[in-house]
Every structure is written in structure tokens, then in C-alpha cells.
């Protein structure tokens, strides 16, 4: 079967394949349980859920405890459910998460924790308020003193909103209180402006000591302070799950759980957890709530959480302290072209398997980096050529990903601002006209634009000044775009480098890492960094392999590759019309672009692969660690067993560094486009892609 291709890929660079395969056609994650994550923290642990206990011996430990499903954080929230649909292929806790975290330069403690906070708001009230809300804490000079949430009818989620807000490692950058039956965020520039009563982190505003302290002599003396278990769940987002265990075990809800990364609510995953200075009784408790479902039938959803593996410990798991995540993914319905018969589907799926399992695939950064509208590189290219009007133009047009009425009509008035006036001729007419457009836009923008709202704000007071107006945005979404081009031009040269010199060998003017640096930071930067360019004895006394090549993000302290990938990123430029000189020359004190290295090929660890057949479209296909544990078989319908409605699948597994992206290794495998839209046309049963028309 061809391979297809996507243009919106093709627009940011990806655009090439490693292996030499033929690819197929597979749906992802039509259950949640199609989608297995074990978290591997930094010495190589995975989180398995291998040993199960009960403070009472006589209760039985099959069965785990249910809470309630909920369809979304936000109840009614249109937009993140629009949100959450759209990344059906994408894992941000367990994928794109990392990647994002990639950026250049040093990174400052403050910086640190909002974005480990962005993880844990985003899991709660959804990526689009999340980021709206991190892009209003950062802002320098922010024009409104708080930040007023969506409603939000589950009262846990509000609950847990408060808590993380509350929690000591927070509250000096972000506090909140309810107004009017919604959360208010407020900017740490107006603290002093908020109600006096508003809670913070164990006293009140005034700094008066809440008296329900833990002594320190409650607690012996010879055992550690933390209790770090393994925590699994099913169809239950992170943040919720965490909530939950809290209140069951009745932990102190201002410290609850510390865990090691987020995951998202659909899928199965286990990951490691700790509590401070808690019995393992109060947490066993939660093992010995009844409940029925779970992932071996095709009918079973209920949400499951399981705790297990106990034991004290004097280290608290920390956000971020993982090596990478393991992966175990069902693809169903798989369709390898029109007239195969079964022995040859089951062929083509084997040497599928062993292309993917021994050649990698290609480090492409995924298309979260590029944003929904895949325009945020354009605004770094402009930022990068000193265009800040132009940057300012790409941010504010009309958009194709479906504005309200409303926003659009905001758009199209903002474009159209300088109808009827020459500007260069009427300068001070047309500063008069950006004005009053800016403060009639600034009405119109909705309390999620907060880059559109920064923008006309600062130009309703000084219009025309464009410069001023881009860097009003907070620093973490400039830099945003800012990394964007630089992983588009990495994209760009990687397809490059794939298609002239191929995915298995060095070549002469390749550049090679020698020293990989901190592995144990959790942000990406060059220090601790050292790179060669290859020469023609490297390449003779066969010293490197396709796996140690790296290509640059450019930025003003990397070295290029002198081969005709670094002719091809210069020639990159030149069309973009700029050089390398511009990312250390971007005019912004607050933002440098230093450049990273990054892996060409990333070669999965542990990678298995086993070929199933089934009839039932929804036949659960894999085990579960609680499945494994309590001897749980899975469930199938054998009355249904006619070889005319034979369908075929595959269970892979794999093991991908936190900076790699799993929806580009699953491109890999089958050959098909990464995005939600391509996956939403696909069927369970029958011809797959019958709704398409391929790409080729």
C-alpha cells in the first residue's frame, strides 16, 4: 500500500520516511485502553503494578476501586472538548510534553515552576484555558488584575484547581478565589488587591498560622518521610486521579500526592508517586473499594485507580525526574491494500514491525510545536527578521480552525483597519485610525486570546510602535514562536538530510554528539554539550553509527554541519531572507537563542510487535498490569466468528526518550499522517480508509 503523505506536515518539514517497509493503514486509540504508558523514571525503573495490598488480609485485591467517569474536566466547556477530539492521536503528558520543555538558554527557577504548573492546570481546565492562563501570569506588565476561568459545574475540579494553586510550590506566583461561582486567577502584581480573606498555602493573606499543624514527633524516627508507591489508573486523567486518592485515604488535601509527569485521562498508565509522611494503611484503603469494569471486555469503561509496590523512602518523587515512557499501542482495523490475502497482511505487518524495530525513526518535532492554526514558525521568522508589524499581521488574521463569529468579525475588522489611507503619506492619521481599531478589536478579542488582547492593548496607547506591541506578550509565548521556527528549520534539513543521504549512514560532513551533558536536567540547552563534525577517517575507521549524528537548532553558539545539510539550512535562510547572525541579534533582553543539538534518528528501546486477529471491532487486544495481576482473562465473543468480518491488528511496544514523540513513531510504522483529522476519518471495520483519498 502507498505510503500517504499530509500537506500540513509537508508544511513544517515533515516529510520524509526512515525504513524501507510498506505501510498500512491502522486506527489508534479507539479504546482508551489501546493506549498502555509505564513511566521509567532516572534509573531506568518502569512503573509496573507487579504487587497489590490490603491493610485487611481477608478482603480480596481484584477488585479496584471506581469513581465516577467524567467525559471532561469542565463540564460544558465546548472549546475543550472541540480540543481534546482534535488531539485524539496525541499524548501531551507522555509525548509532546517533554519536547515542549526544549528550549534554549538558561532556565530560571520561576520559569521552572510555571511551566510544571502549566502541566497540572492544562490536565484540569484543558490546554487552551491552560496556556491562556500561563500566558497572563507571565505577562510584565499585565493590563488586567486577575484572570476569571470558564464556569466549571464539577466541584472536584474546583477543588483540585484551589489545591494546586494553594500548594507551597506555587502560591508565590499564582493565588485564586471564587467570585460569583467562578475562579478568578489572579497576576502576582495585584496580591495586594485581592480580597482579604483569600487563602494561601496554610495561612491567610496576612500571614496568620492555620492551626492544624503536623508535629514533627507524630511521626518515628527511624522511618523516611515519604511513602512512594506506584499508582495505575484507567481512563482517568493525572490530576483527578490524584484528587481522588487524596480524598479516599484522607491525606492532607494541601500536600496530597507528588508525582513524576501527567498523564492524560484516556489510556492505562502507571506511574510513580509519593505522600508525605503517611501510613501505607491509609493508602491500602483505597485498594479495597469494590468495582466492576476495566480494559478485558469491549463493554467495561468504569475509571480505575489501584495503588501498589509501597514502600518508605527518604527521596520524594519529583515532576520530571523520568528517563522516557513505555509504550504499549493497539492498532485496529489494519488495511495493508486492496486485494491481500491474510498471509500476506500478516507478512507485511512482520517486516513492518522489524523495519520500524531496527531503524528508528526520523526525531521530528510533531505538529503540537507548530500550534493549532500551524503558524507560529511564520511568527518567529518575522520576530527573527526584525518584522514585527508583519509578526503582529500572522498572529492577528483571520485563522481556518473555526473562530466564533465574533472573534472572526474582530479579525476581519483589524485587517481592514487601513482601508482608504496611505500610511507611509498619512502616518499620523493612521496611527489615529490603529487606535481607535485597537480599542474596538480589544472589546471583541474573547478572555482566551491573551496574545490578540496584549497586542491591541499596547496598541490603543501607542499605535503603530509593533516592536512594543509583540513584546507586551508574555515571554513564554514569544519564545514559544520563537522555538518554533528553529524545530521548522530543524524539520526542514532532517527531511533533507533523510532523502540525499539516506537514514543508515554517517557521512562526511555529519555532526556527531560526544558528550550528551546533564542528563539529568530536565531542559534542554548546551550545556555540558560537545559536538565533531565528521571527516573522512571518522568515516573509514567506521567511529560512528547514524544514531550519535545530531543536527543543530540554530542559534548563536551551535557549530553546522559542513556537508550539504549545512549548505542546505544556510540556503533555508537565505529564501527566509536572513542568516544565522539574526538569532543573536533578535532585540529581545529577555530571550536568547544559544541552539541545541538534536538526534536525527531515534531508535525505540525494547520495541515488540505482535499481530492479532479479531472479529468484534471494539475486542479488547491487550492485557493490563491489573488484568495481569488478578488473573483477568479477556473477554471475547466467540458466536461472532465468521471469516468474512476477520479483522486485523497489532500490539506495539516501545520505549522513547522524554524527548521524542510517539505519534511520530507511530507515522513511522504505518506510514500515515499524524493528524486527528486523518485519524477521525478511519473505520473499525470494512476498507479503513474508505473515507479518504490518499495522498501519495
Known amino acids: 500500500m502507498a505510503?500517504?503523505?499530509?500537506?500540513?506536515?509537508?508544511?513544517?518539514?515533515?516529510?520524509?520516511?526512515?525504513?524501507?517497509?510498506?505501510?498500512?493503514?491502522?486506527?489508534?486509540?479507539?479504546?482508551?485502553?489501546?493506549?498502555?504508558?509505564?513511566?521509567?523514571?532516572?534509573?531506568?525503573?518502569?512503573?509496573?503494578?507487579?504487587?497489590?495490598?490490603?491493610?485487611?488480609?481477608?478482603?480480596?485485591?481484584?477488585?479496584?476501586?471506581?469513581?465516577?467517569?467524567?467525559?471532561?474536566?469542565?463540564?460544558?466547556?465546548?472549546?475543550?472538548?472541540?480540543?481534546?477530539?482534535?488531539?485524539?492521536?496525541?499524548?501531551?503528558?507522555?509525548?509532546?510534553?517533554?519536547?515542549?520543555?526544549?528550549?534554549?538558554?538558561?532556565?530560571?527557577?520561576?520559569?521552572?515552576?510555571?511551566?510544571?504548573?502549566?502541566?497540572?492546570?492544562?490536565?484540569?481546565?484543558?490546554?487552551?484555558?491552560g496556556n491562556e492562563v500561563i500566558a497572563f501570569l507571565q505577562q510584565d506588565e499585565p493590563t488586567e488584575q486577575f484572570y476569571t476561568l470558564p464556569v466549571i459545574d464539577d466541584k472536584q475540579v474546583?477543588?483540585?484547581?484551589?489545591?494546586?494553586?494553594?500548594?507551597?510550590?506555587?502560591?508565590?506566583a499564582v493565588r485564586a478565589n471564587n467570585h460569583e461561582g467562578r475562579i478568578r486567577v489572579w497576576h502576582k502584581a495585584f496580591f495586594d488587591k485581592m480580597p482579604k480573606d483569600t487563602f494561601v498555602s496554610g495561612s491567610n493573606k496576612q500571614g496568620k498560622s492555620k492551626s492544624n499543624k503536623q508535629k514533627k514527633s507524630d511521626w518515628p524516627r527511624d522511618r523516611p518521610n515519604?511513602?512512594?508507591?506506584?499508582?495505575?489508573?484507567?481512563?482517568?486523567?493525572?490530576?483527578?486521579?490524584?484528587?481522588?486518592?487524596?480524598?479516599?485515604?484522607?491525606?492532607?488535601?494541601?500536600?496530597?500526592?507528588?508525582?513524576?509527569?501527567?498523564?492524560?485521562?484516556?489510556?492505562?498508565?502507571?506511574?510513580?508517586?509519593?505522600?508525605f509522611r503517611v501510613e501505607k494503611e491509609q493508602l491500602l484503603a483505597i485498594n479495597?473499594?469494590?468495582?466492576?469494569?476495566?480494559?478485558?471486555?469491549?463493554?467495561?469503561?468504569?475509571?480505575i485507580i489501584r495503588v501498589g509496590n509501597l514502600t518508605y523512602s527518604n527521596e520524594e518523587v519529583k515532576l520530571g525526574a523520568l528517563i522516557g515512557n513505555r509504550f504499549d499501542i493497539v492498532l485496529r482495523n489494519i488495511d495493508t491494500g486492496e486485494n491481500d490475502d491474510h498471509d500476506t497482511i500478516r507478512r507485511k505487518l512482520e517486516v513492518a514491525g522489524e523495519g520500524f524495530k531496527h531503524c528508528g525513526f526520523i526525531n521530528y518535532f510533531g505538529m503540537q510545536r507548530f500550534g493549532k492554526s500551524v503558524d507560529t514558525h511564520e511568527v518567529g521568522l518575522q520576530v527573527l527578521k526584525g518584522n514585527f508589524e508583519g509578526a503582529i499581521d500572522i498572529i492577528m488574521r483571520e485563522k481556518a480552525d473555526g473562530d466564533s463569529p465574533r472573534v472572526?468579525?474582530?479579525?476581519?475588522?483589524?485587517?481592514?483597519?487601513?482601508?482608504?489611507?496611505?500610511?507611509?503619506?498619512?502616518?499620523?492619521?493612521?496611527?489615529?485610525?490603529?487606535?481607535?481599531?485597537?480599542?474596538?478589536?480589544?472589546?471583541?478579542?474573547?478572555?482566551?486570546?491573551?496574545?490578540?488582547?496584549?497586542?491591541?492593548?499596547?496598541?490603543?496607547?501607542?499605535?503603530?510602535?509593533?516592536?512594543?506591541?509583540?513584546?507586551?506578550?508574555?515571554?513564554n509565548m514569544r519564545s514559544m514562536f520563537l522555538h518554533a521556527y528553529q524545530s521548522f528549520l530543524w524539520n526542514k534539513v532532517a527531511s533533507f538530510r533523510i532523502k540525499t543521504g539516506g537514514s543508515t549512514e554517517v557521512r562526511e560532513g555529519d555532526l556527531v554528539l560526544l558528550e550528551e551533558g546533564d542528563t539529568n536536567c530536565r531542559t534542554s540547552g548546551l550545556k555540558g554539550k560537545r559536538v565533531k563534525v565528521v571527516d573522512e577517517l571518522d568515516i573509514k575507521e567506521g567511529k560512528f553509527t547514524i544514531e550519535d549524528v545530531v543536527l543543530p537548532l540554530v542559534g548563536s553558539r551551535i557549530e553546522y554541519p559542513?556537508?550539504?545539510?549545512?549548505?542546505?539550512?544556510?540556503?533555508?535562510?537565505?529564501?527566509?531572507?536572513?542568516?544565522?547572525?539574526?538569532?543573536?541579534?533578535?532585540?529581545?533582553?529577555?530571550?536568547?537563542?544559544?541552539?541545541?543539538?538534536?538526534?536525527?534518528?531515534?531508535?525505540?528501546?525494547?520495541?515488540?510487535?505482535?499481530?492479532?486477529?479479531?472479529?468484534?471491532?471494539?475486542?479488547?487486544?491487550?492485557?493490563?498490569?491489573?488484568?495481569?495481576l488478578s488473573g483477568t482473562s479477556i473477554e471475547t465473543e466467540e458466536a461472532q466468528k465468521d471469516e468474512n468480518f476477520l479483522l486485523f491488528g497489532m500490539v506495539i511496544g516501545f520505549t522513547l526518550p522524554p524527548s521524542a514523540y510517539a505519534t511520530i513513531a507511530l507515522r513511522e510504522l504505518t506510514k500515515r499522517p499524524t493528524s486527528s483529522e486523518y485519524q477521525t476519518k478511519l473505520e473499525l471495520s470494512g476498507k479503513c480508509e474508505r473515507n479518504l483519498v490518499s495522498k501519495t
Open 3 to 129: 505510503n500517504v503523505y499530509d500537506d500540513l506536515e509537508r508544511k513544517v518539514g515533515i516529510a520524509e520516511y526512515a525504513s524501507p517497509h510498506e505501510g498500512f493503514a491502522a486506527v489508534v486509540k479507539a479504546r482508551y485502553s489501546d493506549f498502555i504508558v509505564h513511566e521509567v523514571d532516572l534509573n531506568g525503573n518502569v512503573a509496573r503494578l507487579d504487587k497489590i495490598e490490603t491493610s485487611a488480609p481477608a478482603e480480596s485485591s481484584s477488585t479496584p476501586m471506581q469513581v465516577e467517569p467524567k467525559e471532561d474536566s469542565i463540564a460544558g466547556d465546548a472549546a475543550v472538548n472541540e480540543n481534546y477530539r482534535k488531539r485524539k492521536l496525541s499524548e501531551s503528558a507522555v509525548d509532546g510534553a517533554s519536547a515542549e520543555k526544549e528550549s534554549e538558554g538558561a532556565t530560571s527557577k520561576a520559569e521552572v515552576d510555571l511551566n510544571s504548573f502549566k502541566e497540572s492546570l492544562c490536565d484540569l481546565v484543558g490546554d487552551q484555558t
Open 158 to 172: 474546583r477543588r483540585s484547581i484551589h489545591q494546586l494553586i494553594k500548594s507551597a510550590e506555587f502560591n508565590s
Open 226 to 275: 515519604f511513602l512512594n508507591f506506584v499508582l495505575y489508573k484507567e481512563n482517568i486523567d493525572t490530576g483527578t486521579a490524584a484528587k481522588d486518592v487524596t480524598r479516599f485515604a484522607r491525606l492532607n488535601p494541601k500536600r496530597g500526592i507528588s508525582y513524576a509527569g501527567m498523564k492524560d485521562k484516556r489510556g492505562v498508565t502507571t506511574q510513580f508517586c509519593s505522600a
Open 288 to 303: 479495597k473499594r469494590d468495582s466492576v469494569g476495566g480494559g478485558n471486555s469491549s463493554t467495561k469503561g468504569s475509571c
Open 408 to 475: 472572526l468579525e474582530a479579525r476581519r475588522t483589524w485587517a481592514k483597519r487601513f482601508d482608504g489611507i496611505n500610511v507611509k503619506e498619512e502616518e499620523e492619521k493612521a496611527s489615529e485610525v490603529e487606535a481607535k481599531c485597537a480599542r474596538q478589536v480589544e472589546k471583541q478579542c474573547s478572555r482566551f486570546m491573551m496574545c490578540e488582547k496584549s497586542i491591541v492593548s499596547s496598541l490603543s496607547r501607542k499605535p503603530r510602535d509593533y516592536k512594543r506591541a509583540f513584546t507586551s506578550i508574555s515571554k
Open 562 to 628: 559542513t556537508g550539504s545539510s549545512g549548505t542546505f539550512l544556510m540556503e533555508l535562510l537565505e529564501e527566509d531572507g536572513i542568516s544565522k547572525d539574526a538569532f543573536g541579534q533578535i532585540g529581545d533582553k529577555e530571550i536568547s537563542l544559544c541552539g541545541d543539538y538534536r538526534k536525527l534518528m531515534c531508535k525505540p528501546a525494547d520495541v515488540t510487535f505482535v499481530v492479532k486477529e479479531y472479529y468484534d471491532p471494539l475486542q479488547p487486544l491487550i492485557d493490563t498490569d491489573l488484568m495481569d
